[in-house]
């Protein structure tokens, strides 16, 4: 294959491939008879796919600074906690809109909640990469050891300025309850974390396959010392790309802490294993196959817990096993030269 040919397929995005598409679409198919009744199966689905948009934009943090940096970051979690956290500070200013029946209204609210939340994180995240990650660039161990040291930090550090009790984070009043659609009941938040996520993964798709700064950030990934000599920071770029990370997961906290509504600093470090998992199956690196993985992971879990709660447990590793079975590599594995 031409050098130039095995560049294009190396890049995020390229790939037509609809397999692991019709798998994920098959199995919600199959879900339908399996558990008996139409109104359950769409209820359970849609449930799912908000859990499994929620999962996404978690995981999307971690898949891209490992995919594009290389960092193995494993504190990724604690940036959900702070994300959800900081979010618990905007209730008390926010009160007027969180109780309002007006849609428009809980809508204002919850962005207002995730711009907040996503600048705290996004400036914690700058200075997380020049303490703890810049000194272990190129050592996946050190990058282990440090990270999960510095999430332990950072968790303690969140207890002592909002402390170990349950934290609230009430839903917008306007986004309480369900839609009825016959015999089907869809809650509403659950819509709107569907249209979040989505809403992000086009956007990273676009950021990354159609803009400027996308083709100079997967340039920096295939050849950083052409880039380089080209004049361009390299570095900086990559900065820039942790701290997004770290903002898609304030975001994910804030709409994970807005779904619980109630939480401790473990809200992060309980769907690490999750998000672990989505990344490893989707492909390392790749955002659509954390997309897809977020999907089957979300689906297996309440299709499980639904028709064998005594699986439920265990439902995700079994997925990651059954993948990797499949393909190795995961579902989208990002190919480098």
Known sequence: MPAAAAALEALPGRRRDLVPVLVILAFIAVALPVTGSLPTWVTLTVAALAMGMMLFIMASG?????????VMNLGHAAFVAVGAYTATLMV????????????WAGMAAVLAVIA??????ALLGWVYERLFVKPVYGDHLKQIL?????????EQLVLVVFGANQM?????????????????????????????????????????????????????VENRAMVEALGYRVRTVFVGVFV?????????????????????????????????????????????????????????????????PDLALVSN??????????????????HKP
Not at 146 to 154: D, E, L, N, P, S
Not at 180 to 189: C, K, M, S
Not at 317 to 334: F, K, S
């Open 146 to 154: 440090i990270t999960i040291g510095a999430m332990i930090v950072m």
């Open 62 to 70: 971690l898949t891209l600074v490992f995919g594009l940096m290389d």
């Open 92 to 103: 008390g200013p926010l009160q007027g809109l969180l109780q309002s029946a007006s849609v």
């Open 168 to 220: 609230l984070l009430p839903l917008p009043e306007a986004l309480r309850g369900s839609i009825l659609l016959g015999d089907v009941a869809i809650e509403r938040y659950r819509l709107l974390a569907v249209a979040v996520g989505l809403a992000v993964f086009i956007g990273l798709t676009l950021v990354l396959g159609r803009t400027r700064i996308g083709l100079l950030i997967r340039a920096g």
């Open 244 to 308: 997004a990370g770290s903002a898609l997961a304030g975001l994910g906290g804030v709409m994970w802490g807005f779904y619980r509504e109630q939480f401790t600093v473990a809200i992060g470090a309980e769907v690490l294993v999750q998000m672990l998992i989505i990344v490893i199956i989707g492909g390392l690196g790749s955002v659509a196959g954390c997309f897809a993985g977020a999907m089957l992971v979300a689906l297996t879990t309440n299709y499980v817990s639904f028709l064998m």
């Open 317 to 334: 590793i079994l997925v990651m096993m059954a993948v990797l079975l499949w393909r190795p590599q995961g579902l989208y594995p990002v």
């Open 116 to 121: 907040v939340a996503m600048a705290v994180t």
